[in-house]
Every structure is written in C-alpha cells, then in structure tokens.
C-alpha cells in the first residue's frame, strides 16, 4: 500500500504538526478530550484551527449531522477542514492485478458545537482506554519480561513486547514497544530499551508515537518523550539536527490512532 498526499499550501503538513504536539505540553491532551473519534491528526489540525479562529474546542460534526442532531449550523460560519484518508484502485498496465492505495484529500466541511445553535447536545464521555483491550485488537502479545539486564525497560520483538515490571515510566514503555511493532521496525530487529533511548530515527518514532499516546491518556512519561525529541529536533544542543521526515510523521500519528482506537471500547 502506497500513501499519497495531496497537500494544499494552507494544511499544515505532518511533520509540523507534529512538531507542534512536541513543542506544546498540554496541546494532545486538549485535542484528544475535545476531538477523541478522530484521529490524531485531525484532532490537532481541528484544535489549530479553532484556536486561530477563537472558537471554543468542542464535538465536531458535518452540517448534516448536526441536523440530525437538532442543531443547526449559525449564518455565516466557516467550515474547518479535516483530512480524509480515500481508498483508490489501480490496475497496473500488462497486469490483471489491482493495487489499491489510500490517499488523503483536506475538506472543509466540520463545525465545531460553538458554531451550531438549537437541541442540547448530551454530555459526551470519553470512552475509556484499557491496556489488554488494544493488546488484543492489535493482535500483540505481551509476554514475561526474562531479560537479564536490569537496566532494560522493555522490549519488542516481531509481534510481542515485554516491559519490565520495575520499568520506570511502565506506560510510556509499552507505547514505546508498541509503537516498534506497529510501525515495522520488529520484522527487522528485535529491540530491547535501555531508561537512556538511542538516538536513531526508528527511537525517535516509537518515542513520538508513545508521546503522542502518553498525553492524550494523561498518563505518566510525556515529559520524558518530549525531551528526547527535542533533543532530536533541535541541532544545537541535540545528538543528530535531522528532523523527523513527513513520512515517519505521517506513520506516526497513524500508529498512535491505532494504539488509542485499540483500547477503546468501540462505542463510536
Ligand atoms: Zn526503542
């Protein structure tokens, strides 16, 4: 499966998106209660947008499903603009295969409940987030942690992980590891964490995606990602000056969405 983007000059790409989520303690969380059934992406290109048009962060819906929902869109609101991800087909040439590929096109076409008037919506509550619940949907084992050294907080191989009972930040860990499953890097190599993270592009993913998880749940080791990557980020006082390509940004927020649906109960 191929990605393609077709990116309009004022949609923020991914990798500043995701510098953004790096840069701003608090932005994730933010995004995640108010936008929660969307993806990870779209919560932070939604909070952006309301935040540059001083709208109030809320559910958002398309201008008939706040219909349905008996309220209806205020004169003269503009719609945010989301990304969708479309399913494409394509027949090679000289071949009877079809190869389909996702795409992803922006469209403005959401409004946030402060644009809305009319019914009172009910109160909506964030399904909660339960650690063997994603285990399972992902198809991801957790097994015994029996590796010898101590200084190991967990690790990964193809799909299973393993954190370490006395791992410092346990959340942050399994998110890591997680992340080295989701994102491909176990069908190259096992990967087993030290408390001090390497600096190489494959870490920095599995740290983003566990930065982007740790704060959105409001758990423990959000601090810690953010430093590291930073660290990565930023050539004057960090390891190595590249910045995260946007493919790996775009594989991130991706596996990060994947992790967050995984432990939902599916209510949406
Ligand atoms: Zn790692």
Redo the contacts with the bound molecule.
């Keep these: 499966m191929e990605n393609q983007v077709n990116q309009s000059p004022a949609i923020p790409k991914w990798s500043a998106l995701l510098i953004e989520a790096v840069t701003k303690p608090g932005l994730i969380m933010k995004a995640y209660s108010a936008f929660h059934s969307y993806s990870v992406g779209n919560q932070i290109l939604a909070l952006v947008q309301c935040q540059m048009r001083g709208l109030q962060p809320g559910p958002i819906n398309t201008f008939p499903k706040w219909k349905d929902l008996g309220r209806f869109v205020k004169r003269g609101e503009r719609a945010l603009t989301l990304c969708m991800p479309i399913t494409c087909k394509r027949r090679e040439d000289n071949s009877d295969e079809e190869h389909t590929f996702t795409s992803f096109v922006y469209k403005a076409r959401w409004f946030t409940l402060s644009q809305t008037d009319g019914q009172e919506l009910e109160p909506i509550t964030i399904p909660e987030w339960d650690a063997e619940r994603a285990l399972a949907a992902l198809s991801i084992e957790r097994v015994p942690f029996d590796h010898p050294d101590g200084n190991i907080q967990?690790f990964?191989k193809q799909r299973q992980v393993a954190i370490n009972p006395l791992a410092q930040l346990p959340f942050k860990t399994l998110f890591?590891?997680l992340?080295?499953v989701i994102l491909g890097?176990t069908t190259e190599a096992d990967?087993?964490?030290t408390e001090r993270?390497?600096k190489n592009l494959?870490?920095v993913e599995?740290?983003a995606v566990a930065l982007l998880c740790c704060e959105a749940l409001n758990l423990e080791g959000a601090t810690y990602c953010r430093r590291y990557i930073q660290n990565w980020l930023c050539p004057s006082i960090g390891y190595k000056g590249d910045a995260i390509p946007e493919k790996g940004a775009q594989k991130i927020f991706h596996a990060a969405d994947q992790i967050l649906k995984a432990g939902r109960l599916a209510v949406e």
């Design positions: 967990g990964a890591h590891e992340g080295h890097h990967f087993a964490d993270t390497p494959r870490e599995a740290e």
